[in-house]
């Protein structure tokens, strides 16, 4: 007798038994969990489809997927890429504007009221020997002034494109408010510098009609006078702007008054508690004494210690609060009489400034006026005036490379003046290598006075959350704050309410662009 054979049920597929595992369709212990919303889609098209053209889909995707992600890697790379070329142009650029500075400041200072001169003598003798010497070397001169303006221009323009980007990337605090200055000051000297550059382009045109003995070599000098009186007074103008702005910044400052006045009842009140306090402890030490004297009452002697103890401890702390405040007193008179000094600093070198392009202005209009009616400039007015505007100018700039060179030496051969608080000073530089540094006119200085009160300013200002901030009074705090306010780094100018204002001020992420900020107001008017 032959054994039954038995039906053998054929495999069931996997999104067969799937189906079957689905919560709520029954199955016993076939039941699982609930799947995931894409593990669900999968299995439905797999038991459409099948499993080869499932599997293709889900690779299809993938492929997708991963050039999306590729093309999105690229474009961010390629954005980095750019602003990095960006970056390194601007940099280079700024390095040669400053390397072609010095041989600029001669030009202006020296050989164009030179070539100016003799250019007059020439026209009046009418030695065309000469004129033609003097304006070959005029066009030399214009041709090394267009070269430094036009570099400076195109870097200044970069650069203001780069902090207007750092303006919208931070929309409010210390980091908006720096950004969107040197966006707004970078795009003035832009437009003053492209104006400068075509004044340059004139000078340079007028030289070539001199040299070529051309025609209109008469109408060219007008033209370049014009020119020149035009961006001379509006660099007049500029001046004169920023010097009304550190005035207004200087008597903000001056309306604070002196701190050791402002805080005198602040200061009374602290060393009252320090009084109170050391009589405290003194009190304190006699009962202790005459309960150790004193026969059965020695119970009370550990209370007496403990009490001795506490208060010993509560004079000790009224009279380090007593010395932080004058501490405070002290840096915080320091940082505004050096803020105010840095504003009439400002306002000095640009009403000098300012008065030599004024100068340079009215110059320009003499040379064109006697270019338009008796030949070319045999008036001596329009080269005098020229003279004495480049030499205003030629002071300030010399001025400003003398302190920019001796800052550089402080920092490499006194490293320990400036050093921030609790941060080993550099090793000292030899004087040799000091005067190297400093002649490096292109390098900024990274740790001078002007840091350091910054660093001050802020460690007045900050909230008890900074380190080396939790013992200033409320008081301090308050009067540092309103300096802040005083030097237009207030919450107006960072776009925000005074509460979230002062939340930045204790907030350690911020530290830095704070330190930063107040940098830039304490040099800017």
Not at 39 to 56: K, P, Y
Not at 123 to 129: Q, S, W
């Amino acid at each position: 007798m032959s054994t039954p054979m038995r039906r053998t049920a054929p495999p069931r597929s996997a999104a067969a038994l799937a189906r079957v595992r689905q919560p709520g369709e029954g199955g016993g212990n076939l039941r699982a969990p609930a799947r995931r919303p894409a593990e669900r889609a999968f299995l439905d098209l797999q038991s459409r489809v099948g499993n080869r053209a499932a599997a293709a889909a889900v690779q299809r995707a993938r492929d997708t997927g991963g050039e999306r992600a590729a093309e999105h890697g690229a474009a961010s790379a390629g954005a980095k890429k750019r602003k990095n070329y960006r970056d390194r142009i601007a940099g280079l650029l700024d390095r040669f504007k400053k390397n072609l500075e010095p041989i600029d400041t001669f030009v202006k200072g020296f050989q164009n009221p030179t070539n100016a001169a003799f250019t007059q003598q020439a026209t009046a003798a009418a030695d065309a020997g000469l004129k033609h010497s003097a304006a070959a070397s005029g066009a030399s001169a214009a041709s090394g002034n267009l070269l430094t303006e036009a570099a400076g221009t195109v870097a200044g323009g970069l650069d203001a494109y780069k902090n207007m980007k750092d303006a919208r990337t931070h929309p409010t605090g210390a980091g908006h408010h720096t950004a969107k200055k040197k966006a707004r000051t970078k795009g003035v000297d832009t437009v003053v510098g492209a104006a400068g550059s075509g004044s340059y382009s004139a000078a340079v045109a007028k030289e070539a009609t001199k040299i070529q003995k051309a025609a209109d070599a008469a109408m060219a000098s007008e033209a370049s006078g014009i020119a020149g009186a035009t961006v001379g007074a509006v660099k007049g103008v500029r001046s004169a702007v920023r010097v009304g702005g550190a005035a207004r910044k200087y008597k903000e400052v001056k309306k604070l008054g002196d701190p050791h006045l402002v805080h005198a009842g602040s200061l009374a009140r602290l060393n009252e508690s320090r009084e109170q306090a050391d009589w405290a402890a003194a009190r304190a030490y006699v009962a202790l004494d005459a309960y150790w004297k004193e026969e059965g009452r020695l119970e009370f002697v550990s209370e007496a210690v403990d009490t001795a103890w506490e208060a010993m401890g509560e004079a000790r702390d009224a009279a380090e609060s007593l010395r932080r405040a004058e501490r405070d007193i002290e840096k915080l008179s320091t940082a505004q009489g050096y803020a105010k000094k840095k504003q009439l600093v400002k306002i000095g070198k640009e009403t000098v400034a300012g008065g030599g392009e004024s100068t340079k202005a009215v110059a320009g209009v003499v040379t064109a006026v006697a270019a338009g009616t008796a030949g070319l400039a045999t008036n001596p007015v329009g080269w005098g005036l020229a003279g004495a505007g480049a030499g205003l100018v030629l002071g300030v700039t010399l001025y400003k490379a003398l302190r920019a060179a001796t800052k550089r030496y402080e920092e490499v051969h006194h490293p320990e003046r400036w050093v921030p608080e609790g941060e080993t000073p550099a090793e000292a530089a030899s004087r040799k290598e000091s005067l190297k540094h400093a002649l490096k006119f292109w390098k900024k200085v990274s740790k001078g006075e002007r840091q350091a009160m910054a660093r001050e300013i802020y460690a007045l200002a900050a909230g008890p959350r900074i380190p080396g901030s939790g013992g200033t009074t409320a008081e301090m705090r308050e009067s540092a704050r309103a300096l802040l306010t005083a030097l237009k780094s207030g919450p107006a100018q960072h776009k925000l309410d005074p509460e979230a204002w002062a939340q930045t001020l204790d907030d350690p992420a911020k530290t830095a662009g704070w330190i930063k900020e107040i940098a830039e107001q304490l040099a800017s008017g």
